[in-house]
């Protein structure tokens, strides 16, 4: 603020100078018979612009040829969310942008810093992050984080009770990746959740934008069928994924060039794609690689039955008697008992998931 300040007293007294100046040699002219023509006429008008525009800059705000601070991008529930704009990282002073950056590294390449052969921590099973939440968790119906900042903290039935985003990450940690928690003061942790606030900028509190997460199949109306499944896997996803399901390594052995599906290094019984909505709803919009929610590949029907393959492989597993401690909580996919139905577990895994859904309804209805 000092040195417009000292420019505008200084401009000040230039123009001053000029008036008295030109007034003086006009003076000495006439009374000396000659002719002085415009005089300085010139120097004054340069002078009064030097001074508007320094009086514009006190009147006309800074931020107008800027672009919007962060807080200021719009995402409706309407407009489709894409991940946030880097050119914005600009606005977050040095050590934030440090952290959002390598909290986005750390989802794209977590075996690289965590995995077994990991440069910080040897805690995961190898998987990165990416693998599940596609291009670092920003692409549509990818299984992005477009909705993590504007929902958690959140009530959620599996813990039952209110999670933050380090809690959730955790909860990827401990089943997804089939590893351990990290420290929540931890340098990764901490990075994590940046690029989780990064990425939620300007999405408001509740609201989850247009393509956040994953898609929402409608229900079969008869169960899943694994046998269907084994056919479409060995036709659509065994090229890359493998026969034995347990992907493929990529030639710096510390990372997949594709994923486990099954098997030891895969994601155990308590992760989120071990229900079959949630591994037909990524597998729908995202799988054989390279289709998007715009040109996708597999029917729902399909998604449905390869998802039932899938999850009838072997795989780690979890201790769960912690889990959904409200038993009318459970989604309908769930598939371990005790449920607050009659049917079948075998329905609960493969469905038809529509009477489920009815009578978890019908149990809500009356206890409200
Ligand atoms: C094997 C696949 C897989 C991997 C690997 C994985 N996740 Fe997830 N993640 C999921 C699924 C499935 C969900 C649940 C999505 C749903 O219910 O709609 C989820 C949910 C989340 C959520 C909550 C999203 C929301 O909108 O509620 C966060 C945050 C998250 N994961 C972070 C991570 C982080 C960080 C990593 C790596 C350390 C990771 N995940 C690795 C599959 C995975
Ligand atoms: C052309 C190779 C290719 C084909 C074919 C393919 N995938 Fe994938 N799949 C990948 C890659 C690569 C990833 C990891 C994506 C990333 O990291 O960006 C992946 C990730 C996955 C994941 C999440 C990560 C995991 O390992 O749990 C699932 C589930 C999956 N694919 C299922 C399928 C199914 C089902 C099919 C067949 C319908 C299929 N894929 C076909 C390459 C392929």
């Not at 969310?81 to 959002?100: C, F, K, S």
């Not at 077994?116 to 040897?122: A, F, H, I, L, M």
């Not at 071990?274 to 990524?282: E, I, Q």
């Amino acid at each position: 603020m000092l040195i417009p300040i000292i420019i505008l007293i200084a401009t000040l007294l230039v123009l001053v100078v000029v008036y008295v100046l030109d007034d003086a040699l006009r003076l000495m002219n006439e009374r000396a018979g000659l002719p002085y023509g415009s005089g300085m006429r010139w120097s004054k008008r340069v002078v009064w612009a030097v001074l508007v525009l320094v009086v514009l800059q006190f009147v006309v705000p800074h931020d107008l040829f800027e672009p919007p601070p962060p807080q200021l991008a719009t995402y409706g529930p309407d407009s489709l969310w894409t991940g946030a704009d880097t050119a914005r990282l600009i606005h977050l002073d040095e050590e934030q942008r440090d952290l959002v950056r390598y909290g986005r590294e750390l989802i794209a390449n977590t075996s690289a810093y965590l995995g077994p052969k990991g440069t910080v921590r040897q805690r995961t099973n190898g998987m990165n992050c990416q693998n599940c939440h596609l291009d670092a968790g920003t692409r549509p119906w990818g299984n992005n984080y477009g909705a993590v900042w504007s929902t958690y903290p959140k009530f959620r039935e599996r813990s039952g009770a209110t999670e933050s985003v380090v809690k959730r990450i955790n909860d990827c940690f401990e089943r997804s990746l089939n590893g351990t928690a990290l420290d929540s003061n931890s340098r990764e942790m901490r990075a994590l959740v940046a690029y989780m606030e990064w990425l939620g900028t300007g999405i408001n509190t509740g609201t989850k934008p247009k393509g956040s997460g994953l898609a929402e199949l409608a229900f079969l109306d008869r169960p899943a069928d694994p046998v269907k499944g084994e056919a479409i896997y060995t036709a659509k996803c065994e090229s890359c994924h493998q026969k034995n399901g347990e992907g493929v390594f990529s030639t710096d052995g510390n990372t997949y060039q594709y994923p486990p599906l099954w098997g030891e290094h895969s994601y155990n019984i308590g992760a989120g794609l071990y229900r079959l909505s949630r591994f037909a709803g990524y597998v729908k919009n995202n799988m054989p690689q390279g289709v998007t929610w715009e040109s996708p590949q597999l029917s729902d029907e399909e998604a449905w039955d390869v998802a039932a393959y899938v999850n009838s492989r072997q795989r780690p597993v979890l201790d769960l008697s912690k889990d959904w401690p409200n038993v009318a909580g459970k989604p309908v996919d769930h598939p371990f008992g005790p449920f607050i139905d009659s049917l079948p577990e075998t329905q609960h895994k493969f469905g038809p998931f529509g009477p489920i859904a009815e009578i978890k309804a019908a149990a809500k209805k009356k206890k409200t």
